[in-house]
């Protein structure tokens, strides 16, 4: 046997542990539990209260501050870190069940989600520690980058790639195509239904947010103006600012709810081995 093959069927059956599995489950407990606290502090602007940053880190940090909350983050920093090393694996080994094109944007997009997890999980950890990782960080961080050689135009291609981001979440929700990592076959019609409708509504809502903070982020650079560059919690804002803004806000956090909802139930109806 090659060290490929013996590398990869390691790999599978690292993937196939029941304690991975568990945790990854888990973690998606988490993501919805974030994406409910991210959805209330969005609709908080459109009821225009004070709160803290429309982003994941500032949905935490409300999470830190009640309770033993603190405890439950980190919880849901060790959740996304074992979807990370989930979608780590599955980019490497995983999607059998496609073949040719489909298998190999399947393990593309697995790789995509194993960054967006681990930095989820990173944003966790941070607001464990109690250390800062919202937009104000991000903020100098662009601004640090515009300063450099080239660096207008990596912002500039950042946002566009942010933007792009947005595009795809929206044709993605649309299309269903999340259903096909959904193991249908344990569903009721109903429930199936639900999942759908939930799915469809979480994931535009999400392109839609990111769209915009991608636009800003393009913004930012054409006028070297980072303080444009606050990503989600900047997009949101700047929507609850325009005409009837409030009202498209309040209808994006809905979204956001339903995306939260579908995670929560997506703990128990994905499919991970």
Known sequence: MSLTREAEQQARAVARHPVLEHLTRAGFLGYGLTHLLLAWVALQIALQK????????????????AG??????????????????????????????????RRVFERVASAGRAILYAYLGWTAWKVFKGASAGGDQQQQSVSDLLTRP???????????????????????????????????????????????????????????????????????????DPAKARGLDAALRTLAAQ?????????????????????????RYRKVT
């Open 243 to 267: 005409p009837y803004g409030r009202l498209l806000l309040a209808v994006i956090a809905a979204g956001l709810a339903a995306f939260g909802v579908f995670c929560l139930l997506q703990s």
């Open 50 to 65: 004070p709160t803290t940053d429309v982003d994941q880190s500032g949905a935490l940090r409300v999470l830190a501050s």
């Open 150 to 224: 080239n660096g207008q135009t990596i912002v500039l291609l950042a946002g566009f790639a942010l933007a792009i981001f947005g595009i795809a979440l929206v044709i993605y929700g649309f299309q269903k195509q999340f259903m096909h990592h959904l193991r249908t076959g344990k569903m009721s019609a109903d429930l199936k239904r639900t999942m759908r409708w939930l799915g469809i509504a979480g994931y535009v809502a999400k392109g839609v947010a990111y769209g915009v903070a991608g636009a800003l982020l393009m913004v930012a650079a054409r006028s070297f």
């Open 68 to 101: 033993a909350g603190r405890i439950l983050v980190l919880l849901i920093a060790f959740g996304f870190a074992a979807m990370t090393v989930w979608q780590v694996l599955s980019a490497a080994v995983g999607h059998l069940e496609f073949s040719g094109g």
